[in-house]
């Protein structure tokens, strides 16, 4: 059974930092791009982060380029997604997801696996 479990996420204060993990189990997926999405209370859940099966190639949102990085550890099944100078807002549920692609590409509508996700809070 493939599993994707999200660990890392809690409460920070603005300008803080989180390291977010997805660990995979079940299968290997070094063939695919992962990516991180997130989802706020009453808003649609929002592209964060890809990178590519290789990690030599990542995407970004907008709205956390500069302060986010993703990279993935393929011997350990886990992708990593590193937050620095949070900024205060809503909560939010961050979510693992394995793409279809191997480059640094993730849809939400594509996306083969979910994991159940880990809040994270920015508190100003």
């Known amino acids: 059974q493939v599993q994707l479990v999200e660990s890392g996420g809690g409460l920070v204060q603005a300008g803080g930092s989180l390291r977010l993990s997805c660990a995979a189990s079940?299968?290997?997926?070094?063939?695919?791009?992962m990516g991180w999405f997130r989802q706020a209370p009453g808003k649609e859940r929002e592209f964060v982060a890809a990178?590519?099966?290789?990690?030599?190639?990542?995407r970004y949102a907008d709205s956390v380029k500069v302060r986010f990085t993703v990279s993935r550890d393929n011997a350990k099944s886990t992708v990593y997604l590193q937050m620095d100078d949070l900024t205060p807002e809503a909560p939010a549920v961050y979510y693992c997801?394995?793409?279809?692609?191997?480059?640094?590409?993730?849809?939400?509508?594509?996306?083969?696996?979910w994991g159940r996700g880990t809040r994270v809070t920015v508190s100003s």
């Open positions: 997801v394995v793409s279809p692609s191997s480059r640094a590409t993730a849809r939400e509508a594509e996306s083969i696996y």
């Open positions: 079940g299968r290997t997926f070094d063939r695919y791009a």
């Open positions: 990178i590519s099966w290789t990690g030599d190639s990542a």
